[in-house]
Protein backbone atom coordinates (compact mmCIF):
# COMPACT_ATOMS: atom_id res chain seq x y z
CA UNK A 1 0.00 0.00 0.00
CA UNK A 2 1.12 3.44 -0.96
CA UNK A 3 2.60 6.16 1.57
CA UNK A 4 2.13 9.96 1.12
CA UNK A 5 5.32 11.48 2.84
CA UNK A 6 7.34 14.61 3.16
CA UNK A 7 11.16 15.38 3.16
CA UNK A 8 12.62 18.63 3.33
CA UNK A 9 9.81 20.53 1.35
CA UNK A 10 9.00 17.95 -0.78
CA UNK A 11 6.32 15.27 -1.18
CA UNK A 12 6.33 12.00 -2.62
CA UNK A 13 4.02 8.64 -2.63
CA UNK A 14 6.37 5.64 -2.24
CA UNK A 15 5.58 2.54 -2.07
CA UNK A 16 7.39 -1.52 -2.43
CA UNK A 17 6.39 -3.59 -5.33
CA UNK A 18 6.83 -6.94 -5.93
CA UNK A 19 9.34 -8.33 -8.64
CA UNK A 20 7.52 -8.46 -11.65
CA UNK A 21 5.08 -6.02 -10.65
CA UNK A 22 3.98 -3.07 -13.45
CA UNK A 23 5.38 0.53 -13.34
CA UNK A 24 2.60 3.02 -13.32
CA UNK A 25 2.34 5.01 -16.80
CA UNK A 26 3.14 8.33 -16.95
CA UNK A 27 -0.38 9.43 -17.49
CA UNK A 28 -0.31 7.29 -13.86
CA UNK A 29 1.70 8.88 -12.38
CA UNK A 30 0.82 12.00 -13.31
CA UNK A 31 -2.52 11.57 -12.32
CA UNK A 32 -1.25 10.02 -8.51
CA UNK A 33 0.61 13.17 -8.63
CA UNK A 34 -1.92 15.57 -9.28
CA UNK A 35 -4.62 13.95 -7.16
CA UNK A 36 -2.40 13.98 -3.92
CA UNK A 37 -0.96 17.21 -4.73
CA UNK A 38 2.73 15.51 -4.22
CA UNK A 39 5.90 16.40 -6.30
CA UNK A 40 7.18 12.71 -7.23
CA UNK A 41 6.55 9.30 -7.58
CA UNK A 42 8.63 6.45 -6.07
CA UNK A 43 8.40 2.84 -6.52
CA UNK A 44 11.39 0.69 -4.42
CA UNK A 45 11.24 -2.56 -6.64
CA UNK A 46 12.47 -5.59 -4.25
CA UNK A 47 15.30 -6.75 -6.16
CA UNK A 48 16.77 -8.77 -2.41
CA UNK A 49 14.47 -9.07 0.45
CA UNK A 50 17.07 -10.61 2.33
CA UNK A 51 19.26 -7.73 2.44
CA UNK A 52 17.08 -5.28 1.87
CA UNK A 53 17.48 -3.88 -1.56
CA UNK A 54 15.66 -2.36 -4.31
CA UNK A 55 15.90 -1.10 -7.14
CA UNK A 56 14.67 2.31 -7.97
CA UNK A 57 12.14 3.87 -10.55
CA UNK A 58 11.79 7.59 -9.11
CA UNK A 59 9.30 9.86 -11.39
CA UNK A 60 8.39 13.80 -10.93
CA UNK A 61 4.80 15.06 -10.44
CA UNK A 62 5.56 15.54 -15.31
CA UNK A 63 5.51 12.13 -15.42
CA UNK A 64 9.04 12.22 -16.30
CA UNK A 65 12.01 9.63 -14.75
CA UNK A 66 14.47 11.00 -12.85
CA UNK A 67 18.00 9.38 -11.95
CA UNK A 68 17.70 9.81 -8.26
CA UNK A 69 15.99 12.49 -5.05
CA UNK A 70 18.13 12.59 -1.90
CA UNK A 71 14.89 14.18 -0.20
CA UNK A 72 12.37 10.86 -1.49
CA UNK A 73 15.66 8.60 -0.50
CA UNK A 74 15.36 9.65 3.26
CA UNK A 75 11.37 8.97 2.69
CA UNK A 76 12.12 5.91 1.66
CA UNK A 77 14.11 4.73 4.80
CA UNK A 78 10.78 5.93 6.78
CA UNK A 79 9.05 3.83 4.68
CA UNK A 80 11.18 0.67 4.97
CA UNK A 81 12.06 1.59 8.86
CA UNK A 82 8.15 1.59 9.77
CA UNK A 83 6.54 -1.10 6.92
CA UNK A 84 9.17 -3.61 6.44
CA UNK A 85 11.26 -2.84 10.49
CA UNK A 86 14.78 -2.40 8.42
CA UNK A 87 17.07 0.19 9.92
CA UNK A 88 19.36 0.05 6.31
CA UNK A 89 18.38 -1.05 2.77
CA UNK A 90 20.62 -0.63 -0.34
CA UNK A 91 19.28 1.32 -3.36
CA UNK A 92 20.10 1.15 -6.97
CA UNK A 93 19.26 4.33 -8.62
CA UNK A 94 19.92 5.36 -12.21
CA UNK A 95 23.01 7.34 -9.96
CA UNK A 96 24.11 4.33 -8.95
CA UNK A 97 24.16 2.68 -5.86
CA UNK A 98 23.02 4.50 -2.41
CA UNK A 99 22.83 3.60 1.13
CA UNK A 100 20.19 4.26 3.58
CA UNK A 101 19.61 3.66 6.99
CA UNK A 102 17.47 4.57 10.34
CA UNK A 103 19.78 5.85 13.91
CA UNK A 104 18.12 6.69 16.32
CA UNK A 105 14.87 7.54 14.94
CA UNK A 106 16.47 9.62 12.38
CA UNK A 107 16.90 8.62 8.20
CA UNK A 108 19.95 9.23 6.62
CA UNK A 109 21.27 9.06 2.97
CA UNK A 110 24.73 8.28 1.82
CA UNK A 111 24.77 10.54 -1.19
CA UNK A 112 26.09 9.87 -4.51
CA UNK A 113 29.51 11.91 -4.86
CA UNK A 114 29.13 15.23 -6.38
CA UNK A 115 30.52 16.52 -9.47
CA UNK A 116 30.99 20.46 -10.20
CA UNK A 117 29.90 21.25 -13.68
CA UNK A 118 30.58 25.27 -13.02
CA UNK A 119 31.29 26.83 -9.97
CA UNK A 120 29.45 29.93 -11.68
CA UNK A 121 26.85 30.19 -14.12
CA UNK A 122 25.14 33.08 -14.70
CA UNK A 123 21.86 32.67 -16.32
CA UNK A 124 19.75 35.02 -17.68
CA UNK A 125 16.04 35.20 -17.39
CA UNK A 126 14.38 38.58 -19.38
CA UNK A 127 16.02 41.92 -17.84
CA UNK A 128 17.51 39.84 -14.61
CA UNK A 129 20.64 37.96 -13.79
CA UNK A 130 20.79 35.20 -11.47
CA UNK A 131 24.24 33.55 -10.87
CA UNK A 132 24.21 29.91 -9.27
CA UNK A 133 26.48 27.32 -8.23
CA UNK A 134 25.95 24.17 -10.59
CA UNK A 135 26.39 20.75 -9.75
CA UNK A 136 24.96 17.05 -9.64
CA UNK A 137 24.46 15.35 -6.51
CA UNK A 138 22.60 12.39 -7.94
CA UNK A 139 20.82 14.75 -10.42
CA UNK A 140 21.91 17.96 -11.59
CA UNK A 141 21.34 21.14 -9.15
CA UNK A 142 21.87 25.45 -9.83
CA UNK A 143 21.94 26.47 -6.17
CA UNK A 144 21.36 30.22 -6.88
CA UNK A 145 22.84 32.46 -4.27
CA UNK A 146 19.79 35.07 -3.87
CA UNK A 147 16.30 35.28 -2.06
CA UNK A 148 13.45 34.96 -4.51
CA UNK A 149 10.40 37.05 -3.49
CA UNK A 150 7.17 35.03 -3.00
CA UNK A 151 7.85 31.80 -4.06
CA UNK A 152 8.28 32.31 -7.98
CA UNK A 153 7.34 28.67 -9.30
CA UNK A 154 7.20 30.57 -13.09
CA UNK A 155 10.72 32.06 -12.57
CA UNK A 156 12.20 28.74 -10.85
CA UNK A 157 10.73 26.40 -13.96
CA UNK A 158 12.54 28.96 -16.32
CA UNK A 159 15.79 28.73 -14.62
CA UNK A 160 15.55 24.83 -14.41
CA UNK A 161 15.21 24.65 -18.24
CA UNK A 162 17.57 27.31 -19.28
CA UNK A 163 19.67 26.28 -22.20
CA UNK A 164 23.47 26.98 -20.21
CA UNK A 165 21.75 23.88 -18.35
CA UNK A 166 21.36 21.47 -20.71
CA UNK A 167 19.00 19.11 -22.06
CA UNK A 168 18.51 17.60 -18.74
CA UNK A 169 17.85 21.21 -17.26
CA UNK A 170 18.60 21.44 -13.02
CA UNK A 171 16.26 21.45 -10.16
CA UNK A 172 17.13 24.83 -8.27
CA UNK A 173 17.61 25.64 -4.64
CA UNK A 174 17.51 29.02 -3.64
CA UNK A 175 20.19 30.16 -0.64
CA UNK A 176 20.15 33.71 1.12
CA UNK A 177 23.57 34.94 1.39
CA UNK A 178 25.79 32.38 0.19
CA UNK A 179 28.78 30.80 0.78
CA UNK A 180 31.04 32.11 3.81
Not at 10 to 37: A, M, W, Y
Not at 40 to 49: N, R
Not at 167 to 178: D, E, F, H, L
Request: with cysteine; glycine share 8%; proline share 4%.
Amino acid sequence: MPWILSGAGNSFIVEVLEDGDKLPTVESVQKFCRSHNVDGYLALVKSDSANKSFDWAFFNRDGSEAEFCGNAARCAQYFIFHTLNATKAEHRTLSGQVKTWTENERHWVQMPKAEIFQESVLLQIDEASHEGFWCDTGVPHVVIFEKPGPLDKELSRRIRFHPKLGPRGANVTWVQGGIA
